[in-house]
């Protein structure tokens, strides 16, 4: 699952010839990228339900909004922002993975991976 920013298509047809992407488009991506991937959407993966996004808006009352757009989820992903985070929200799981290739202003370079139900964060060197 990639939670946006592909930059260029190459990206993603890259990625897909290692498996199956479920994938919303990030405000960096170009136009083709844009008209192909969907703004938000919600992914079935080992008995989850998994909501995806790019940009969840400002970090004010963010997990609230994350929990009325994706009411039935039981983790919802999120980027744009590149800063790692794992949280709880009324039982809702919130990740933003973080970015492996391009961290900007964020701690470390980072992805998230989800075991038996729970997200873990991993940072990489």
Known sequence: MHTGDFIAASVLSELRELGPVAAV????????????????????????????VHDAGPGERRHERLRAWFPDCGLVAYGHTHWPEIAQHEGLWIVNPGSPSERRRAPVHAMAVVRDGEPVLVELS
């Open 25 to 52: 488009h990030g405000n960096m991506d170009e136009p083709a990228l844009r008209a192909e991937l969907p703004e938000r959407t919600v992914v079935e993966a080992a008995a989850l339900r998994i909501g995806v």
